[in-house]
């Protein structure tokens, strides 16, 4: 990893490869977002189906990240592992696990995971809406954005068309599919039906 940060950072003007990275990584975002269309539609009835993917999907990103280049983020990434495993278990779920050998960049998987928080404020106020009581603690906002910037900061020092470039963008598109994988596991077929339309 050490060669792969040292050939690939460079000093590029802000927004860069984070926006090419975003505009690259758009399909891949759009098809997992749309997996989740009943949910959003009806948060109240398809709510245990989303904690579950949530739980699925995100343990297998923290699985396959591998260590080094900047924080761990450990302590976040725990945490949201704990509050799902406290809402599903009040709710009598029991997701699987999604055995995989993926390894993919840190940075990465802190893009796919941290980004996604950003989402989970306007995802509360529909669970909110549908009359979901108590909200589930998956829902909290980070308490703190320092970890998001941090990860906007290293993709801002990433050099356009540089090896770590390809590796980080790469990556970034099989963190999404992993994800989707975990999607298929647990999500209902009628779901599933809605999301290939």
Not at 60 to 86: K, N, Q, W
Not at 103 to 129: F, M, Q, S
Request: net charge negative; glycine share 6%.
């Amino acid at each position: 990893m050490k060669n792969q940060e040292t050939s690939g950072v460079a000093h590029q003007p802000r927004q860069g490869f984070r926006m090419a990275l975003r505009q690259a990584s758009r399909p891949a975002h759009d098809r997992t977002e749309a997996m989740f269309a009943e949910f959003l539609d009806d948060p109240a009835a398809h709510l245990d189906d989303y904690l579950t993917a949530q739980r699925v999907g995100i343990a297998a990103l923290v699985m396959a990240r591998s260590e080094g280049f900047g924080p761990s983020h450990r302590t976040i990434y725990d945490r949201l592992l704990r509050d799902l495993d406290a809402d599903c278990g009040e709710r009598g779920l029991n997701p699987p696990v999604l055995m995989h050998d993926l390894r993919l960049h840190p940075v990465a998987v802190d893009y796919i995971l941290l980004g996604a928080r950003l989402g989970t404020e306007v995802i509360r106020r529909r669970v909110i809406e549908a009359g979901v009581d108590p909200v589930p603690r998956h829902f909290r906002k980070l308490s703190d954005a320092t970890p998001w910037r941090l990860v906007c900061d290293r993709l801002d020092h990433i050099g356009l068309g540089t090896p770590l470039a390809e590796v980080v963008t790469a990556d970034v598109a099989s963190g999404f599919d992993l994800f989707a994988r975990a999607v298929h596991m647990t999500l209902s077929d009628a779901a599933m039906r809605s999301a290939a339309e």
